[in-house]
T-cell receptor
């Protein structure tokens, strides 16, 4: 089976940097994904890691360590519109489905 | 590319009634997935299709749930004899490959069973 842990809530200040951590246990591993979900809307893809290291995409970066079962999403220059839930998801177990964590609700304040 | 389309957006039904949801994936995507999401939780996998073949079903998918993708294009998810516990957002997603950048989700169908 698969187990994914991420903090339930985080608060940060506009213009700052925030790091959202995700740890996972999986019987097989074939990629880790981060999604953003605003209230009442569908999840939207942010990033994908399958090899160890940092992937950077504009204000968003994602890091993966497969040996530690650990990832983080880094958001820089926070904006109010970044207030949303951030979902960590793992593909593994020999299948194609994604298993999602419960999501981290990020609140960006002035 | 018009994205993944789901209908209806909202459905309110009485307990015991049957409901059917439709998903139209991105046209060139051969894989289609159904997920269920309740408030404060991440999406939970229900089932997925590659073309018209249903390749995997979650144990969450009781015998009251059935999904089809008859021609490998759109898909339907039917819930028979709805229960209040079925109230959730039902999300459909599609992808072109089992590698790469994950899924594209539709906006979901919010089901409320009263």
């Amino acid at each position: 089976g698969q187990n994914i842990d991420q903090p339930t809530e985080m608060t940060a200040t506009e213009g700052a940097i925030v790091q959202i951590n995700c740890t996972y246990q999986t019987s097989g591993f074939n990629g880790l994904f981060w999604y953003q979900q605003h209230a009442g809307e569908a999840p939207t893809f942010l990033s994908y890691n399958v090899l160890d290291g940092l992937e950077e995409k504009g204000r968003f970066s994602s890091f993966l360590s497969r040996s530690k079962g650990y990832s983080y999403l880094l958001l820089k220059e926070l904006q109010m519109k970044d207030s949303a839930s951030y979902l960590c998801a793992v593909r593994g177990g020999g299948g194609n489905k994604l298993t999602f964590g419960t999501g981290t609700q990020l609140k960006v304040e002035l | 590319d018009t994205g993944v389309s789901q209908n209806p957006r909202h459905k309110i039904t009485k307990r015991g009634q049957n409901v059917t949801f439709r998903c139209d994936p991105i046209s060139e995507h051969n894989r289609l997935y159904w997920y269920r999401q309740t408030l404060g939780q991440g999406p939970e996998f229900l089932t997925y299709f590659q073309n018209e073949a249903q390749l995997e079903k979650s144990r969450l998918l009781s015998d009251r749930f059935s999904a089809e993708r008859p021609k490998g294009s759109f898909s339907t998810l039917e819930i028979q004899r709805t229960e209040q516990g079925d109230s959730a957002m039902y999300l459909c997603a599609s992808s072109a490959t089992d590698r790469g950048y994950g899924y594209t989700f539709g906006s979901g169908t919010r089901l409320t069973v009263v």
